[in-house]
């Protein structure tokens, strides 16, 4: 923390700052004890916050949907089987309406996706002060524990699936069919080739970026709100952060469904042929 007794203004910048770790014209490799440090490190530092706990939402993912592999039964589910099939039934209903190819990729991305970027999203419930100054006392500066409200996180995860679009479009329609789709959609003339090229990349290049930043930016907002209701006196934070909490519950469910169903949609389009 900036101090013992931070202004709000230090308070708010604390809690927004990554733990960065890279290499500064000074320091050399090391971690960033400031934004300023973070900045100058440039473009190749690694936000570790980010890299740590998405990789732990993954784990838990993974762990979980294991533990209820292994004791599903035929008879009276638990709880965590009853949840794990709703999941899977709602994800299964979402890929079946908007997925018109056939790929058996399709279905564990868009289950992997949801749940996933879901739990990322869930962290931002818990109170902004506790893992921070958890942190803090362990000689770690900074801990900006929502992996979803870093871009590098949600951008990160959009060029996958651009990256995935690119290769089901040349490997369904072959590289000729990809190449007439871009020169000659809309307008089916050659004369329009240079117009329809610069339409359809363009086109194409925004699909990562919506995806990326749609996450980022409604997560972000969120977090900066929680961080301004913590700056309230005690009996106000509390009046206003369960309120806000319980209908952030919709909005990370909605944002992480968001962005599972436009990645779905995408590579259908790319499974399409013209």
Wanted: glycine share 8%; net charge negative; no cysteine.
């Amino acid at each position: 923390m900036a101090g013992n007794n931070p202004s709000p203004t230090e308070y708010i910048q604390h809690h927004l700052q990554n733990l960065t770790f890279g290499y500064h014209p000074e320091n050399g490799w090391s971690m960033a004890h400031s934004a300023a440090e973070a900045q100058e490190m440039g473009f190749w530092a690694l936000h570790l916050d980010t890299m740590g706990w998405s990789i732990a939402m993954g784990v838990l993912f993974i762990w979980l949907f294991r533990k209820a592999g292994k004791v599903a039964t035929t008879g009276v589910p638990g709880t965590l089987q009853n949840l794990v099939e709703m999941v899977f039934e709602f994800v299964e209903n979402t890929v079946h309406g908007a997925f018109h190819g056939r790929n058996p990729v399709i279905a564990p991305l868009a289950l992997t996706l949801f749940v996933w970027i879901f739990l990322m999203n869930l962290l931002k419930l818990i109170p902004v002060d506790y893992v921070p100054e958890i942190f803090v006392r362990l000689g770690i500066d900074y801990m900006k524990m929502v992996p979803t409200t870093d871009p590098n996180a949600t951008l990160g995860m959009a060029i996958g699936v651009f990256l995935l679009i690119i290769y089901y479009s040349l490997k369904v329609k072959g590289v000729g069919g990809f190449a007439k789709e871009l020169s000659l959609t809309p307008f089916n003339h050659w004369s329009l080739i240079p117009f329809n090229l610069i339409m359809e990349v363009i086109g194409l290049l925004v699909k990562p970026l919506s995806l990326g930043l749609r996450l980022f930016g409604n997560m972000f907002a969120g977090e900066v709100i929680f961080i301004l209701i913590a700056l309230l006196p005690f009996w106000v934070m509390w009046t206003l952060n369960v309120p806000w909490a319980i209908f952030h519950i919709l909005v990370i469910t909605l944002q992480a469904f968001i962005f599972t169903v436009l990645s779905v949609v995408y590579l259908s389009q790319a499974h399409e042929h013209h």
